[in-house]
């Protein structure tokens, strides 16, 4: 693959995320101050959906699952935070955003991880 056309800049609302298919590779693009990534839609930790798990603050993404957290500017993982992000390359032109997929990008995740399946900060039940 090559550079793909996702979607309008407008499409993403500021501090937002949002989940797109490129030809079968499911993206998700972050919308933070105005800026973008595309990431995969997995929570690199534990497999959470980041479209629903995750929180933009304008700078920090957070999965709300477990707290991990990244800067998005600098792609630096938080201290408590096992694994950065894998990104995309990505272009805004004109108004829509571009990204680079040559193949999809997948996080390997540990079968002996120290928290339970149904561990949540936010679970109430
Ligand atoms: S699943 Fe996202 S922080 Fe644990």
Request: aromatic residues 10%; charged residues 35%; glycine residues 8%.
């Amino acid at each position: 693959m090559t550079w793909k056309r996702i979607c309008a800049t407008g499409d993403v609302a500021e501090n937002s995320l949002k989940l797109f298919d490129v030809d079968g590779v499911p993206i998700l693009v972050v919308n933070h101050g105005g800026d973008f990534r595309a990431i995969p839609p997995l929570c690199p930790h534990m497999e959470e959906p980041l479209e629903q798990s995750g929180i933009c603050d304008g700078r920090v993404l957070t999965c709300t699952k477990h707290l991990w957290q990244w800067d998005l500017a600098t792609n630096e993982p938080g201290a408590e935070t096992g694994k950065p992000l894998l990104m995309y390359d990505l272009e805004v032109e004109g108004g829509d955003i571009k990204v680079f997929v040559e193949r999809e990008l997948e996080y390997e995740f540990d079968d002996d991880d120290d928290y339970d399946d149904d561990d949540s900060f936010w679970d109430d039940d």
